[in-house]
Nanobody, 125 residues
Framework: QVQLVESGGGAVQAGGSLRLSCAAS????????MGWFRQAPGKEREFVAA?????????NYAESVKGRFTISRDIVKNTVYLQMNSLKPEDTAVYYC?????????????????WGQGTQVTVSS
């Protein structure tokens, strides 16, 4: 199976930046889609960003993060990144990376097969 481990979370002031990493191991499945979700206390897990390697490497972003967050990957390191700039207090959440074996509905959690443990991001005003 695919194992995912997030890192790079932490505390930052509003306007700051963080770079999250998601290291993937195991090659039983070569993920077709990699995504990032986040979940704040009392809220549902919500879509943040995704990249689809099958449909001509398309990228998807939640409207709330467009222009501020960027998803990318290093295929050699089997790592997906989420560069987070101009952070706002409302970005505070546990961030999860996820992998889907096949193309699916990338903006919903049910579209993914594997999940990391999550990394906390806290943005103070």
């Amino acid at each position: 199976q695919v194992q995912l481990v997030e890192s790079g979370g932490g505390a930052v002031q509003a306007g700051g930046s963080l770079r999250l990493s998601c290291a993937a191991s195991g090659r039983t499945i070569s993920p077709s889609v990699m995504g990032w979700f986040r979940q704040a206390p009392g809220k549902e897990r919500e879509f943040v960003a995704a990249m689809n390697m099958i449909r001509h490497a398309t990228f998807n972003y939640a409207e709330s993060v467009k222009g501020r967050f960027t998803i990318s990957r290093d295929i050699v390191k089997n790592t997906v990144y989420l560069q987070m700039n101009s952070l706002k207090p409302e970005d505070t959440a546990v961030y999860y990376c996820a992998a889907a074996a096949r193309s699916s509905a990338v903006s919903v959690p049910t579209g993914y097969d594997y999940w990391g443990q999550g990394t906390q991001v806290t943005v103070s005003s």
